[in-house]
């Protein structure tokens, strides 16, 4: 549920649901986690363009 919103693909009578389900915690939890694996994942992509041009760290 806050998946789908984090990407903004949900329609928006079921965005408006999830607003009155969801816990101000819950929101929190699910941007940090979501803002994480995105910095991870940058981080995974950079370090393999590095390294296939032959840079070393």
Not at 2 to 15: L, S
Not at 21 to 42: D, E, Y
């Amino acid at each position: 549920m806050i998946f789908w919103a984090f990407f903004g693909v949900r329609q928006k009578r079921h965005g408006e649901s999830d607003l009155v389900k969801l816990t101000p915690l819950q929101i929190v939890v699910a941007g940090i986690l979501g803002g994480a694996v995105f910095v991870l994942v940058l981080v995974f992509v950079v370090r393999t363009i590095v390294q296939s041009h032959g840079a070393t760290t």
